[in-house]
């Protein structure tokens, strides 16, 4: 996994609530047996017209949003399947982080396995965001800190944002879960170990 | 004695192996949490696979390891080679995956083949107080059985391949009771969109809900699936029911389910699996079901329901200045006006399918309103049974007559038109009538219209011809 410590890009506001994971890869794209290739297809129904030439009206279409790294969004984004196709269609685009009130609960885990730092601010900053990016009218740039847990603008907003010690340092090292996790391999066999004891004594 | 405790709280406890990340230095947060059964589909498991094969790297136990394939497979001919190339190479994926690691995969060719969360429980392979993930958000549906299931993403998949564990954050509870008992003609699938409705799709996020009240005892398996399928709509990780007589009476001859002295060693360990008098929820919802009527989605978000006698919302009723926006884009996507009776909106499909509605009762409670009637002049109508046991079933059963005799199409199973992955699409503006669980924007197929209904509702609009109220038939 990429590892993220700190990042500062260009933000694309995409002010809609409720984006699920349909929309951001719908299921066509869902038959490859890759993890990569998905960026073309990232909210294909809604960024390409139906004769495939790209739809000038949708948010992330627009040249302000050209080559933006940070995606600012509404309320409950990724909800819906648990696809994790949508944060590597995410990550293939280019975005390295997610800046939105809420997310579904599936998504959010989904992203931090990736390296894509999904940040939850209160639905009031994330509205300043929203209008920040409006005024800026053309570039807007954003940093998120996760070594400080904090989002700057660089032009007054500042703001801390939560993310547990335990994804905090899998993202920071970009840690491979899995290889982590099998270093607890005798805590595991000891718990089957005991739960099949457990049964026996109960046979017995 | 022991504080009091919910019945989540008894299934996560005893599946604790210790705190993520201790052995390897890491700070203490999540835990991890072992997993007694780990179901497998073709759409989430090949990058999953490929990792493993990758880093060199087993599945650590097999024997708890299943699979089946559903989500791209076609409901037609299945004597026919896949003729989608690419939907074949990753069904073609999982077969090679399963042979080489051990896996025991119930493929195309097989009696037991079907959606992944029909064939869980129909087997016995889903028992209360197990611990089931797979990589679907409507895993959720095992929860019906009093065990703590829930959806994961492919690098988890890969993560259980490897440890049988899972990392988890412990999740708060929420009790949702259903009190009263609900009039005829309303189902399991209209309590829930009632809740979604009243909480939101957001409502129970880092929640696992637990269903309680008379309308959930008196509801059978088949019902109580279709309630914990559909918790994720809702934004929960699980939904949970106890197992009672039900519950045994469903699971007991299954063909993986406990025999002889090993049931009964089960039944003696899953007597205790209930919420303890006093035990605290962190949220409490209360539903009266004998107030809820027939339900119908007219949006583009399983929340954007309402009963069928009402009428097209406008987004000046939005709660919100957001929700204001996502209603606007709804009626549009939709092509609804505000204030147009729900009642009467003409359907050009219905899809009687899914994970949420395709089990065999669904079929019986579908099959007896369709009996003697005709799909409506213009409707295309199709039912696609939930597993291949539900279909011999249905067929023995003689339901299959019924609906082709009806004009219904009766397919072979797999998830279908729930997500359209496979040949079943709506074509661009056509409005369908559908049983399955998500209303979203291209869901069925790029501009399709979905009104997520019951299995009675969903005939009655296919023999209407139009979304109608299916009390009316229940007289
Ligand atoms: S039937 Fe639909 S919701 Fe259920 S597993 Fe298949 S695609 Fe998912």
Redesign the pocket.
């Known amino acids: 996994m990429q590892p993220f410590s700190e990042h500062s890009g260009r933000a694309a506001a995409l002010r809609r609530a409720n984006v699920d994971t349909d929309q951001i890869i719908p299921?066509q794209f869902l038959k490859r047996i890759e993890r990569t290739g998905f960026g073309p297809s990232l909210f294909h129904d809604w960024r390409y017209r139906s004769d495939g030439t790209p739809n000038p009206d949708f948010e992330l279409n627009r040249p302000e949003a050209a080559g933006a790294t940070i995606l600012i969004a509404g309320a409950n984004f990724g909800c819906g399947?648990s696809r994790e196709h949508a944060p590597w269609a995410l990550a293939d685009y280019g975005f390295r982080a997610i800046i939105a009130p809420s997310y579904a609960d599936i998504f959010f885990g989904n992203c931090c396995q990736n390296g894509l730092l999904p940040v939850v601010l209160a639905p009031l900053q994330v509205e300043e965001l929203f209008d920040r990016a409006a005024a800026a009218a053309g570039w807007y740039r954003l940093t998120v800190d996760l070594v400080h847990r904090r989002v700057r603008d660089g032009q007054g907003f500042d703001a801390g944002f939560e993310m547990d010690d335990y994804r905090r340092e899998m993202l920071l090292q970009g840690l491979d879960e899995i290889g982590r996790t099998l270093l607890d391999e005798s805590r595991i066999a000891a718990f089957e170990r005991g739960r099949a004891l457990a049964a026996e004594q109960v046979s017995a | 004695m022991s504080a009091p405790r919910t019945l989540f709280e008894k299934v996560w406890d005893s599946h604790v192996v210790g705190d993520a990340g201790a052995g390897g230095g890491c700070p203490a947060g999540p835990v991890l949490l072992y997993v007694d059964l780990h179901l497998v589909?073709e759409v989430t498991s090949p990058q999953a696979f490929e990792g493993l094969r990758l880093a060199g790297r087993r599945v650590r136990r097999p024997e708890l390891t299943v699979a089946t394939v559903?989500?791209n497979v076609s409901t037609g001919d299945r004597r026919l080679p896949i003729a989608d190339r690419i939907s074949a190479l990753q069904v073609a994926a999982l077969v090679r995956n399963a042979r080489e690691f051990g896996v025991e995969l119930f493929d195309l060719d097989s009696p037991d083949q079907g959606?992944?969360?029909?064939i869980g429980p129909e087997l016995g392979l889903t028992r209360p107080g197990m611990t089931i993930v797979c990589g679907?958000?409507?895993t959720s549906?095992h929860g019906a059985f009093g065990a703590l299931a829930f959806g994961i993403g492919t690098s988890e998949v890969e993560h259980v391949l490897a440890t049988q564990c899972i990392v988890q954050s412990r999740p708060r509870t929420m009790e949702v009771r259903f009190s009263g008992l609900p009039a005829p003609g309303v189902t399991a699938k209209d309590l829930v969109l009632a809740l979604i409705r009243r909480i939101g799709t957001a409502g129970a996020t880092g929640h696992v809900i637990e269903y309680t009240g008379e309308a959930i005892r008196a509801l059978s398996m088949e019902g109580r699936m279709t309630v914990c399928?559909m918790s994720i709509e809702a934004g929960a990780r699980a939904g949970m029911i106890a197992p009672d007589a039900v519950t045994l009476a469903y699971l007991e001859g299954r063909m993986r389910a406990p025999a002889g002295a090993a049931w009964e060693r089960a039944r003696g360990a899953w007597a205790g699996l209930h919420t303890d008098p006093g035990a605290a929820f962190d949220a409490t919802v209360h539903i009266d079901a004998a107030a809820v009527g027939p339900q119908v989605t007219w949006g583009t978000s399983p929340g954007m329901t309402a009963e069928i006698t009402e009428r097209v919302p406008s987004p000046a009723d939005a709660p919100s200045d957001a929700d204001r926006q996502s209603y606007q884009r709804a009626l549009e996507y939709m092509d609804l006006r505000p204030g147009t009776p729900l009642e009467g909106l003409k359907v050009d499909r219905v899809f009687l399918?899914?994970?949420?509605n395709?089990r065999i009762e669904d079929l019986r409670a579908a099959a007896e309103v369709a009996r003697g009637r005709k799909v409506a002049g213009g409707v295309r109508a199709m039912v696609v049974p939930?597993s291949q046991r539900v279909k011999a079933q249905a067929e023995r059963e003689g339901l299959d007559r019924i609906f082709t005799d009806a004009g219904f199409e009766w397919r072979n199973p797999?998830?279908?038109m729930?997500?359209g992955?496979n040949d079943d699409v709506l074509g661009p503006g056509e409005r369908c009538a559908s049983t399955?669980?998500?209303n979203f924007e291209g869901r069925q197929g790029k501009g399709g219209r979905t009104h997520l209904v019951s299995p009675v509702m969903a005939v009655a609009a296919a023999v209407e011809g139009r979304l109608v109220d299916v009390r009316a038939y229940m007289r």
């Open positions: 299921k399947s | 589909h559903d989500h959606i992944v969360h029909v679907d958000s409507h549906t399928n399918g899914s994970c949420t395709a939930g797999g998830c279908s729930c997500l992955m399955s669980n998500r």
